[in-house]
């Protein structure tokens, strides 16, 4: 399996997700695309229910785009830091069920693996009683494409674009 996650599935439930929803969380990690260049870092998720762009300045610029949950309200990101091998990036969301954020996103070239770790703040519990921050990791191994294009390309399958 070139896609391992830790503690995903029960932060998401802590979240206040249904299992469809998790199920479809799951799905959407299926593939991801990263591209960066001097000027931005670039995202793409595909599964066979949902497709996930980000594009990101290094300038700091805030980039606003429709929440992909469904909701109404717009989330913004940009990007907070970069090291060698890692970046920050800060998301926030709109009311309802409003919330940020802050993932890192580092490469570990031993084991030749993306690490995405989420810590997610929600502006108020999903559940009555239940928690407003959790975190979770997302853990991918590195695919190279076909025509050996540099751009990672990680995931469960070899991609051709």
Not at 41 to 53: C, G, H, K, M, T
Not at 126 to 147: H, L, W
Request: proline letters at 5%; charged letters at 30%.
């Amino acid at each position: 399996d070139k896609c391992q996650t830790v503690n995903h599935d029960h932060a998401l439930k802590e979240l206040g997700c249904n299992a469809v929803a998790r199920s479809v969380s799951r799905r959407s990690m299926m593939q991801m695309y990263i591209k960066v260049d001097e000027e931005t870092f670039a995202l793409r998720s595909y599964s066979p229910v949902e497709l996930y762009r980000m594009k990101v300045p290094f300038d700091g610029q805030i980039v606003e785009q429709d929440r992909r949950d469904g909701y109404p309200g717009k989330c913004r990101q940009w990007i907070e830091g970069v090291r060698h091998g890692e970046i920050k990036i800060h998301m926030d969301w709109d009311n309802p069920k409003g919330g940020e954020n802050h993932q890192l996103i580092r490469y570990d070239p031993t084991s030749k693996e993306l690490i995405m770790t989420n810590r997610v703040k929600l502006n108020s519990p999903a559940r009555k009683n239940g928690p407003t921050e959790t975190t979770y990791s997302v853990i991918f191994s590195r695919s190279q494409r076909r025509n050996d294009d540099p751009d990672f390309v990680l995931g469960e399958e070899e991609s051709v674009t």
